[in-house]
């Protein structure tokens, strides 16, 4: 196949290119641009006609065949994964760049090479804003410590805010949990979190910080699905001047944990490559910066989370089994809310006095609808749901209690709220036994709709056996794909 053809003749699959977001650049197997898309232009300030029919050396003189990751691919054969990399532009910018380039094959023989790339100076300036802050932060809470001045054995510093008092809930699942976690506290094992958004997980990690012997050194937690992968890298274990064009000597955040804690928030996110390097760093607790050959020790305490089930991010290779073994020395689950339904209404009367204090406001407590409402609800956001839904109601309410009206729509619509057809709206063509098996297909219909057709959430919630649902299913006549069998 004749590359040169292909793109010179398809004229959609170039728009198509030319409106994505990232910068295209195709070269043939000679090492000729034969596609240069517009964005890629305006990262390299320069003119498409500039580089389309050139041979890749003569457009960017500063290059080799070892440096340009094109060729380099056209020779391996090879896909180059996540680099970064700082370069001055045309225009006399300097452009960071996160780039993968792949070999494109037609008929299992090599084509050409196409290389794909991101512009992400702005978000490395703002990353490395955030931890020149972040260090900044940290140096000021040492200087004050060091002083002597408001830190006490069981007051939270440098981050983390929360402590077991402040994990709510009299379910026997949370205080087996809370003691867990005040024992595992102790140590310094690293720790895998898991459990649905919204459930706490934050909270848990951090009242595990309070409790322990480094509560008074830092904590810190990093959400691995926020940078790009190869920023990450740097943010983590920090870079020396040099170690690529426009780096500078800037601690990571591993230097700045030092004596404390470490969250990596979303573990599953984080780049497989990296997660090699994290584990390194667990086995040897020693790591280097980027571009530097001088080992550094730290003391820091790491600890993971996910709110997909571990297991099935190492299914799907999200999460590197040797990593897996080394974080889940201790591994903690968070109950969603739905599991713990004893523990609805202390949450919601916990956030009640909480916004009662904020909003100077003297709310005294729910209607019992509003019980029935919240005590039938799935919370598929837990008890991040539960909470915005109270101080959506405590903005609105008149008067001492809160009524249903004062909800957001999604929590009484959900339950088919005040809106559930009455039984007289049920036809009776059939009699009572028929009204009867309609209004039970409906009712169970629209639970397995609010649990995302789970069997097993769906039986929980309508408080019969997951076998009883089962058989009432093939009874009524309801089958088929949606149904999931498996917890979410
Ligand atoms: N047991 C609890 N008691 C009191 N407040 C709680 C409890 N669990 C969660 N919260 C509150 O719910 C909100 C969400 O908690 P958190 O951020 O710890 O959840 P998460 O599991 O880390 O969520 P995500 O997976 O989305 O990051 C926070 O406002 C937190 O204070
Ligand atoms: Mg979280």
Redesign the pocket.
Known sequence: MNLKALVKENATLKSVLNHADVAVHIVDTDGITRFYSKVAAEMDGMEPEEVVGKHILEVYPSLTIESSSLLKVLETKKAVLNHQQTVINHKGRAVTMSYSTYPLFYNNEIVGACDISRDITRIKELSERLLDLQAELLGKRNSAARKGAAIQDSVPVAGAR?TFN????RDQK?IDLKVLGQRVARSGSPILVY??????????VQAIHNAGPNRQGPFIAQNCAALPATLLESILFGTVRGSFTGAEDRQGLFEMADGGMLLF?EINSMPVELQGKLLRVLQEGAFRRVGDHRLRKVNVRVVA?T?VDPLAAVKQQLLRLDLFYRLNVISLR?PPLRERPGDIMV?AE?FIDEYNRLFGMQVRGFSEKVKYLFENHCWPGN??EL?NCIEHAMNIVDGPVIEERFLPAHVTQAQGGGSRPAATAVSLSKGLPGAIKQLEKEVIMETLEQCSWNISRAARRLKVPRQTLQYKLRILGVAGGALREAPL
Do not use: A, P, Q
Request: charged share 30%.
């Open positions: 929360y402040d994990l709510i809930g949370m459990g649905e958004t919204g459930t706490g997980k934050e909270l848990l928030d989370s709110n968070v949450l916990h008890v991040r909470r």
